[in-house]
């Protein structure tokens, strides 16, 4: 799973997760951010920008423990 | 005197060219055959030979090279590497070293060689913009803020680096001709909503910007700048139902055969026919998955197609004048990019989850070897160096 996301998110948003044409997700933009939130962006998207929604192709718990994981700082 | 004043001087001017001979590698050597692989996740290249089909050097120490990409020197020497971490750096395909290495922005997305091949442009998203540096030193030589994140930036003839601006929905010309210390601007506003990648066709004529936020495409004729930016495709594109896209399909490598363009659709998967004569779509190829890179062989005969999550790990191949799929491999999972040789007769394919850097045969699909390559993303041969708008 975190080859998943660090590999697949990291197309968009950076290997390291720092940004590129999609947000930063370190540990400093996404702690104030709900954990609903988080995981409502995961599995629909944003509209108007360029995030997909994963929901076919993750399950909720997957979901909940990646937006855990970037509250916390994504292991490495 | 004078005779041997100018045998004296060639003496001179030939010292730093033995001097930085190569040294480990072998004797004197072209650099025609020569290439490198991206290793995404260790920040490191493996520099590769397609004659003896081998790797010949690992360098290290590149930074954050998700997403990077490479140019090269007009002598085919040197490859400019651009990493996702602003990183810039020049190595020597001979001597397999470093030459220099730059941090020149916070955030990068890649970057061209200029015609004259005496400047390197680099596309920033923080701070957003474009740096324009010496090809020999590195020295930055002018810095085009832009206040957005930029895109698809392409050489063109001229001495011209277009670009495109994901925040704004512009495209810039930056024409260095005059004084590349001093690039005379053109702006096109309102070419359309989310611009995110842009290719140069390989005539250097036609610059042409995907969109992301509306459909249809943004086409700028450089034989004819003042005629502007027009819109055309206006049904390509995410359609009305906004599919998901997993990954961005990338424009710069388009396959274009005769008067005939095959793009990748967006969100969808096909593979989108376009006559470039009329703009107007022809038709469209149903594939396995969304494509990523349409890419044609050298001789136009086959096109290659790669695919987003979840099908990346599937390559098919399209006979051009019959229009349909003749061959489909499964190299493995997350074939990110593919390379030709120049002339055509191999593919590479990166194989990133296998750790692997597969070589086929074009004509047979049979597979030649493997070499083993770290994460392996882009792969870049010197042939490049020669080509327009890569």
């Known amino acids: 799973m975190t080859r998943f996301v660090r590999q697949e998110c990291g197309f968009c948003h950076g290997l390291r997760l720092t940004g590129g044409l999609g947000a930063p997700l370190t540990a400093e933009a996404m702690r104030d951010r709900p954990i609903e939130y988080l995981e409502a962006v995961i599995q629909h998207g944003i509209p108007g920008t360029a995030m997909p929604g994963w929901v076919p192709h993750l399950t909720p718990r997957q979901v909940h423990w990646i937006a855990e994981r970037l509250r916390e700082g994504f292991p490495p | 005197m004078m005779k041997r004043l100018i045998v004296t001087t060639l003496f001179w001017c030939a010292l730093p060219a033995s001097a930085a001979e190569p040294d480990g590698m072998g004797p004197l050597r072209g650099t025609g055959d020569l290439g490198l692989a991206v290793e995404r996740a260790s920040g490191s290249v493996v520099l590769l030979d397609t004659t003896l089909r081998r790797a010949i050097g690992r360098i290290d120490g590149l930074g954050d090279l998700s997403h990077a990409s490479a140019v090269f020197s007009r002598d085919a020497r040197y490859a400019y590497v651009f990493g996702r971490d602003g990183g810039l750096t020049k190595l020597d ?22 015609q004259d091949g005496r400047t390197i442009a680099v596309a920033n998203y923080t701070p957003g913009g474009v740096r324009v540096f010496d090809s020999q030193t590195l020295e930055l030589i002018a810095d085009i803020p832009t206040d957005s994140k930029v895109v698809g930036i392409e050489d063109a003839p001229g001495n011209r680096f277009v670009f495109s601006l994901w925040d704004k929905g512009e495209i810039w010309i930056a024409d260095l001709s005059e004084n590349p210390r001093a690039p005379r601007i053109t702006r096109y506003t309102d070419i359309g909503q989310q611009p995110y990648d842009a290719l140069v066709s390989p005539d250097g004529r036609w610059y042409i910007a995907g969109l992301y936020g509306e459909n249809g495409l943004a086409v700028l004729d450089l034989w004819a700048p003042e005629k502007g930016v027009r819109r055309v495709l206006p049904d390509y594109g995410r359609g009305q139902e906004r599919l998901p896209v997993y990954k961005m399909p990338h424009l710069e490598t388009w396959a274009v055969v005769g008067n005939l363009a095959f793009i990748p659709g967006v969100g969808q998967h096909e593979v989108v026919i376009v006559d470039l004569d009329r703009w107007t779509q022809v038709g469209a190829i149903a594939v396995a998955g969304q494509p990523v890179f349409v890419m044609a062989e050298p001789t136009g005969r086959r096109l290659w197609v790669n695919f987003a999550f979840p099908h990346y790990d599937t390559v098919q191949v399209i ?55 770290a994460s392996p993303s882009g792969i870049f041969f010197s042939a490049r160096a020669h080509r327009i708008g890569l």
């Not at chain 2, 395909?93 to 200029?114: E, Y």
């Open chain 2, 93 to 114: 395909l001979l001597t397999g070293r470093v030459v220099k290495r730059i941090v020149q922005s916070g955030n990068a997305i890649g970057g061209a060689i200029s």
């Open chain 2, 319 to 373: 006979d051009v004048p019959g229009r349909q799929i003749v061959h489909t491999l499964k190299p493995g999972k997350a074939v990110l990019h593919m390379e030709f040789t120049p002339r055509g007769e191999q593919v590479w394919l990166s194989v990133r989850d296998a750790d692997r850097v597969d070589i086929y045969d074009t004509a047979t699909f049979r597979k030649l070897g493997e070499l083993p390559a």
